[in-house]
């Protein structure tokens, strides 16, 4: 779920400001280049219900933290949500993805999202971007060695057949990695 959270933020080109855990959640704080709204993105780890259904409580704190630490926009996110808490969210405008739904994005935007991704994690990598595949020293003539460039190449076919899930895919396994990446060693 918490990848979800950093696919908005990728695909809407927000700012992650801080991140905060807390003991059943994840809080992101970002901001939105283009309209300079705060955002709060909450992501509910752990729900007290054994279904993992979220409740109306969980959106009314939201919506409650939202009102007083002044964000613009809510995005939850969590397994599920009770009909209740959906209700809840549409009457406060808190944007809801759960397991079985992500908001729809155009593909070209998913495309540049992962091509800037893509660019970071060579970098991080290998300590620079490379131009043609004969510059990556992962490539040879069986193809790549490398995951991050496999994934690259994959995304200019999914996204001439306009397979959009596909294309989320790649972006939320280039985020594993890049998180995967943060975590060894910190990459500015």
Not at 24 to 31: K, N, P, T
Not at 164 to 170: S, W
Not at 174 to 188: F, H
């Amino acid at each position: 779920m918490e990848l979800k959270a950093e696919l908005v933020i990728a695909i809407r080109e927000y700012e992650c400001k801080e991140r905060r855990r807390l003991d059943e959640r994840i809080d992101f704080i970002a901001s939105d280049a283009n309209s300079d709204d705060k955002i709060l993105l909450r992501v509910i780890t752990e729900s007290k219900s054994k279904t993992g259904v979220v409740g109306i409580d969980a959106v009314r704190n939201m919506a409650e933290t939202m009102k007083h630490e002044h964000y613009d926009k809510g995005v939850l996110i969590s397994k599920g949500f009770s009909a209740a808490a959906k209700r809840e969210m549409s009457q406060e405008s808190i944007q809801m993805i759960s397991e079985n739904y992500t908001p729809r994005f155009k593909p070209q935007k998913l495309y540049f999202a992962i091509q800037d991704y893509v660019d970071d994690l060579c970098k991080a990598k290998c300590g620079y971007i490379p131009k043609k595949k004969s510059d990556c020293k992962h490539y040879s003539e069986t193809g790549y060695s490398c995951k991050i460039r496999v994934i690259s190449d994959n995304v200019a076919f999914h996204l001439e057949r306009g397979w959009t899930n596909l294309l989320k895919n790649d972006l939320m396994r280039l985020l594993a990695m890049s998180n995967s990446i943060n975590n060894q060693v910190k990459v500015p």
